[in-house]
């Protein structure tokens, strides 16, 4: 029997009496490459950070290979979605990526954690600027380094939040390349309230707005984006050279 | 102008200022970067509190200072997460509340507090030989500190939320960069008074940080830097007959001045 990399059942979190997620239910298969859209203030962030283990849902079970998610963080990459650090702190991208490779209080990074890194960076095409400072970056380079970093532990199952927000046109085909080159290694699960941005890349698609309205295969889900989005789906599916639906 | 440092209080004062950059060098590299310069304010008011209780309890005001300000840093970092105050509300009560503790406790202690004004505006020409040896150790429990966990404050300063994603428990790392503050706040505040205490965190490391990109290079630089601009505001202190703590914070503000003109 293989693991399921998340499985979640009648998950359910408030904040401040409201509720964000409401009795959600659904799994990801090992090496899945999984969306989940939705509208902004939806949930999508806090599935992620329920299943990353950095909030407690108020009901629900929440498994990630098999463990509870606190227990299962060297499992996981993460690429987060708010990039509003403080752009002149002194790291270059390196060290950057390093941190990925945290192993615990008072543990020294090893040559393996450094071979790493040039690894990730080399998956991202950035080792050539691995010296450089992160504020000589453009936005989508940044974004790849937070891409190696995500990925220099080697996880089983990475999560992303809205890795297209600052993704140039022009890089988003070698983004989804990057992504089915991963894909043999780690179920990836992605989200975006851009349902543009999603492509045929994507293996399954599910649709949360408060409640997680559909799950399956990318094919046919255009009913289940219907019901969320409460609109026609000729106007949320206009990424034409992308299309995820089919016509209809 | 040799001959200054012939008198013992000069020495003294000298070995001070350079006990202070070694602490405000290091830890205002954090303060600056992880952009928490209010909260060191608020973590030095706070150790007002402990200067008052000293007096009370007839200590030296300077360790009574040391659970205060840590205390006060501890519970600042820990607010946000226990209970649905703000840490920018958090800081403003501890601010105050801190001086407050530290008038009283002075009112209620009999007699006249002579220094009492050193502990807010600094006086290094009064720094005794207790209270160097109290800032030399402090200092290296400072250093000692910031070497076993720099990998853990780089992480929390640059980024907690990934920090947290990678196993590291960020609050805790957090509070004990907040602790370190609280220490530094410790050495500096006999030099330059809890008002004044800022400028120390705050200029040496933003100098610093417009010319280099390595947290570890941004301590050394800062701490060098710091010690020139301290003896130099001590010595014209002494020239010009002025308080030490004010004349050492105009030549910090007039050395951020001159590199922000030569770096903009």
Same mark, same amino acid.
């Given at each position: 029997?293989?693991?399921?990399?998340?499985?979640?059942?009648?998950?359910?979190?408030?904040?401040?009496?409201?509720?964000?997620?409401?009795?959600?239910?659904?799994?990801? &298969?090992?090496?899945?490459?999984?969306?989940?859209?939705?509208?902004?203030?939806?949930?999508?962030?806090?599935?992620?950070?329920?299943?990353?283990?950095?909030?407690?849902?108020?009901?629900? %079970?929440?498994?990630?290979?098999?463990?509870?998610?606190?227990?299962?963080?060297?499992?996981?990459?993460?690429?987060?979605?708010?990039?509003?650090?403080?752009?002149?702190?002194?790291?270059?991208?390196?060290?950057?990526?390093?941190?990925?490779?945290?192993?615990?209080?008072?543990?020294?990074?090893?040559?393996?954690?450094?071979?790493?890194?040039?690894?990730?960076?080399?998956?991202?095409?950035?080792?050539?600027?691995?010296?450089?400072?992160?504020? %000589?970056?453009?936005?989508?380079?940044?974004?790849?380094?937070?891409?190696?970093?995500?990925?220099?532990?080697?996880?089983?199952?990475?999560?992303?939040? &809205?890795?297209?927000?600052?993704?140039?046109? &022009?890089?988003?085909?070698?983004?989804?390349?990057?992504?089915?080159?991963?894909?043999?290694?780690?179920?990836?699960?992605?989200?975006?309230?851009?349902?543009?941005?999603?492509?045929?890349?994507?293996?399954?698609?599910?649709?949360?707005?408060?409640?997680?309205?559909?799950?399956?295969?990318?094919?046919?889900?255009?009913?289940?984006? &219907?019901?969320?989005?409460?609109?026609?789906?000729?106007?949320?599916?206009?990424?034409?050279?992308?299309?995820?639906?089919?016509?209809? | 102008?040799?001959?200054?440092?012939?008198?013992?209080?000069?020495?003294?004062? *000298?070995?001070?200022?350079? *006990?202070?950059?070694?602490?405000?060098?290091?830890?205002?590299?954090?303060?600056?970067?992880?952009?928490?310069? =209010?909260?060191?304010?608020?973590?030095?008011?706070?150790?007002?509190?402990?200067?008052? *209780?000293?007096?009370?309890?007839?200590?030296?005001?300077?360790?009574?200072?040391?659970?205060?300000?840590?205390?006060?840093?501890?519970?600042?970092?820990?607010?946000?997460?226990?209970?649905?105050?703000?840490?920018?509300?958090?800081?403003?009560?501890?601010?105050?509340?801190?001086?407050?503790?530290?008038?009283?406790?002075?009112?209620?202690?009999?007699?006249?507090?002579?220094?009492?004004? =050193?502990?807010?505006?600094?006086?290094?020409?009064?720094?005794?030989?207790?209270?160097?040896?109290?800032?030399?150790?402090?200092?290296?429990?400072?250093?000692?500190?910031?070497?076993?966990?720099?990998?853990?404050?780089?992480?929390?300063?640059?980024?907690?939320?990934?920090?947290?994603?990678?196993?590291?428990?960020?609050?805790?790392?957090?509070?004990?960069?907040?602790?370190?503050?609280?220490?530094?706040?410790?050495?500096?505040?006999?030099?330059?008074?809890?008002?004044?205490?800022?400028?120390?965190?705050?200029?040496?490391?933003?100098?610093?940080?417009?010319?280099?990109?390595?947290?570890?290079?941004?301590?050394?630089?800062?701490?060098?830097?710091?010690?020139?601009?301290?003896?130099?505001?001590?010595?014209? =202190?002494?020239?010009?007959?002025?308080?030490?703590?004010?004349?050492?914070?105009?030549?910090?503000?007039?050395?951020?001045?001159? =590199?922000?003109?030569?770096?903009?």
């Amino acid at each position: 029997m293989t693991l399921k990399a998340v499985e979640i059942n009648h998950l359910s979190i408030k904040f401040n009496e409201q509720l964000i997620l409401n009795d959600i239910n659904f799994s990801i &298969e090992e090496k899945d490459f999984m969306a989940i859209i939705g509208p902004n203030g939806g949930g999508k962030t806090t599935l992620l950070k329920v299943i990353l283990g950095l909030l407690t849902p108020d009901e629900g %079970k929440v498994k990630v290979f098999g463990k509870d998610p606190k227990k299962a963080k060297d499992l996981m990459g993460y690429l987060p979605q708010r990039l509003d650090f403080d752009h002149d702190f002194p790291i270059n991208v390196f060290e950057t990526v390093l941190m990925g490779r945290y192993h615990g209080l008072l543990k020294k990074y090893s040559n393996q954690d450094h071979k790493a890194v040039i690894q990730a960076l080399k998956d991202v095409e950035m080792d050539e600027l691995k010296d450089r400072q992160i504020s %000589k970056l453009s936005g989508g380079q940044m974004q790849r380094v937070f891409i190696a970093r995500a990925i220099v532990r080697d996880p089983k199952l990475l999560i992303m939040d &809205e890795p297209m927000a600052s993704i140039d046109p &022009e890089m988003q085909h070698s983004f989804y390349e990057l992504m089915s080159r991963l894909k043999n290694k780690m179920a990836i699960v992605l989200v975006s309230h851009d349902v543009g941005a999603v492509s045929t890349h994507v293996d399954k698609i599910a649709c949360l707005n408060q409640k997680l309205y559909y799950h399956g295969p990318v094919e046919d889900s255009a009913e289940g984006l &219907e019901e969320v989005y409460h609109c026609p789906i000729e106007l949320i599916s206009h990424g034409i050279p992308h299309r995820v639906l089919k016509e209809h | 102008m040799l001959e200054l440092f012939q008198y013992q209080f000069m020495q003294r004062a *000298l070995i001070a200022a350079v *006990l202070v950059s070694i602490s405000c060098g290091v830890v205002g590299s954090y303060v600056v970067i992880k952009k928490i310069v =209010s909260l060191s304010g608020a973590i030095s008011h706070a150790a007002f509190g402990g200067v008052g *209780l000293g007096y009370f309890l007839g200590v030296n005001p300077v360790l009574a200072a040391i659970p205060f300000s840590i205390i006060s840093a501890i519970s600042i970092g820990g607010v946000k997460q226990i209970t649905n105050i703000s840490e920018d509300t958090a800081i403003g009560i501890l601010w105050s509340v801190g001086m407050a503790i530290g008038v009283i406790f002075i009112n209620l202690t009999p007699g006249y507090a002579p220094d009492l004004f =050193s502990y807010l505006f600094g006086s290094i020409l009064t720094v005794s030989n207790t209270d160097l040896y109290i800032m030399f150790v402090l200092d290296l429990v400072i250093i000692a500190i910031v070497f076993l966990f720099r990998r853990e404050f780089l992480a929390v300063s640059f980024d907690e939320e990934f920090s947290n994603v990678v196993g590291l428990h960020a609050l805790l790392v957090y509070m004990l960069l907040l602790a370190l503050v609280a220490l530094s706040v410790v050495v500096l505040i006999k030099v330059v008074g809890v008002i004044l205490i800022r400028a120390l965190f705050t200029i040496p490391a933003a100098i610093s940080k417009q010319y280099t990109y390595n947290l570890r290079n941004l301590m050394i630089i800062a701490t060098i830097l710091a010690i020139i601009l301290t003896s130099l505001g001590l010595i014209l =202190s002494f020239i010009f007959n002025l308080a030490s703590g004010a004349t050492i914070v105009m030549v910090l503000a007039a050395a951020f001045l001159i =590199s922000y003109y030569i770096k903009g």
